[in-house]
C-alpha cells in the first residue's frame, strides 16, 4: 500500500503565493509520474501538472508561468508553487503519484485533497 500526507493549503488573497506538498510513503519500489489536479465546484477535475522521475514537466494552460512543480526524489515528496494566484484557482487540490511496488506491480494513488481558496 502507498500512502499519500498533503498539506499547504488554505486562504490567501489574490495575487498571493501558497506551496503544497505531497509525501508519499508505503510500499514503493519506485515512483513514475507525480502530479497534481484540481477541482472546483460544478467543475471537472482537470490536471493542472505532472512531473515525471526524469524531471520532465507539464502544465496546464491556465497555470503556465505562475505555477512550478517540483519533486524531492530522496524524499517521495512533490511540491507544487503557486504565485500570483487567482480566483479561478480556487478548488480542491489532488496530489496524483504513479509507479511500481515491486518490479512488475504497478500502483497509482490520489491524494486526499486539499483546499486552495483564493479570494479577497
Known amino acids: 500500500q502507498v500512502q499519500l500526507v498533503e498539506s499547504g493549503g488554505g486562504w490567501v488573497q489574490p495575487g498571493g503565493s501558497l506551496r503544497l506538498s505531497c509525501a508519499a510513503s508505503?510500499?514503493?519500489?519506485?515512483?513514475?509520474?507525480m502530479g497534481w489536479y484540481r477541482q472546483a465546484p460544478g467543475k471537472e477535475r482537470e490536471l493542472v501538472t505532472a512531473?515525471?522521475?526524469?524531471?520532465?514537466?507539464n502544465y496546464a494552460d491556465s497555470v503556465k508561468g505562475r505555477f512550478t512543480i517540483s519533486r524531492d526524489n530522496t524524499k517521495n515528496t512533490v511540491y507544487l508553487q503557486m504565485n500570483t494566484l487567482k480566483p479561478e484557482d480556487t478548488a480542491v487540490y489532488y496530489c496524483?503519484?504513479?509507479?511500481?511496488?515491486?518490479?512488475?506491480?504497478?500502483?497509482?494513488?490520489r491524494g486526499q485533497g486539499t483546499q486552495v481558496t483564493v479570494s479577497s
Open positions: 496524483n503519484v504513479e509507479g511500481y511496488y515491486s518490479t512488475f506491480n504497478r500502483f497509482r494513488v
Open positions: 508505503g510500499t514503493i519500489f519506485s515512483i513514475d509520474s
Open positions: 512531473i515525471t522521475s526524469g524531471g520532465s514537466t
